[in-house]
């Protein structure tokens, strides 16, 4: 049987446990999030990505707006392939491209998340500012 401080040392080491599994599942997560924004930073694969909003379409589709060698926008393709932002399917000889809006829950989270911090953080430098000038108010 345990005693106090053997079950006090499991629980400490128990919470070890879970904050590893925390700090690797914020690394993984970081690791997806800093392709997506890579992958979001340039504006011809943004732009691919607002017309795959509309539909799926083909790689050919796709390039023609583009003033580029069709390898050098293949790359912008692979990119945003490998980040799990698009999907390519080859049917016959047409290579085609869709979205993966699952991919985009990842960022809307993250967003959402930093969007609810810095409300906090509004909302309490806005109670302080009131506090004060009740304060200052009161005083005069």
Same mark, same amino acid.
């Given at each position: 049987?345990?005693?106090?401080?053997?079950?006090?040392?499991?629980?400490?080491?128990?919470?070890?446990?879970?904050?590893?599994?925390?700090?690797? &599942?914020?690394?993984?997560?970081?690791?997806?999030?800093?392709?997506?924004? &890579?992958?979001?930073?340039?504006?011809?694969?943004?732009?691919? +990505?607002?017309?795959?909003?509309?539909?799926?379409?083909?790689?050919?589709?796709?390039?023609?707006?583009?003033?580029?060698? &069709?390898?050098?926008?293949?790359?912008? +393709?692979? &990119?945003?392939?490998?980040?799990?932002? +698009?999907?390519? #399917?080859?049917?016959?000889?047409?290579?085609?491209?869709?979205?993966?809006?699952?991919?985009?829950?990842?960022?809307?989270?993250?967003?959402?998340?930093? #969007?609810? +911090?810095?409300?906090?953080?509004?909302?309490?430098?806005?109670?302080?500012?009131?506090?004060?000038?009740?304060?200052?108010?009161?005083?005069?």
């Amino acid at each position: 049987m345990l005693g106090a401080r053997g079950a006090e040392s499991k629980t400490l080491s128990s919470c070890a446990n879970y904050h590893m599994v925390i700090l690797s &599942l914020m690394d993984y997560y970081s690791a997806q999030l800093d392709g997506i924004f &890579l992958a979001l930073a340039d504006p011809t694969r943004r732009a691919v +990505i607002n017309r795959l909003g509309t539909g799926p379409a083909s790689i050919s589709d796709l390039a023609r707006p583009f003033d580029m060698a &069709l390898p050098s926008f293949m790359k912008h +393709i692979h &990119l945003l392939e490998e980040t799990g932002l +698009i999907e390519t #399917r080859k049917q016959g000889r047409v290579r085609t491209c869709t979205l993966e809006k699952k991919r985009f829950a990842l960022v809307e989270g993250w967003l959402s998340a930093q #969007r609810a +911090i810095w409300e906090a953080r509004t909302d309490r430098l806005e109670a302080f500012v009131t506090a004060t000038q009740s304060k200052e108010e009161k005083s005069q």
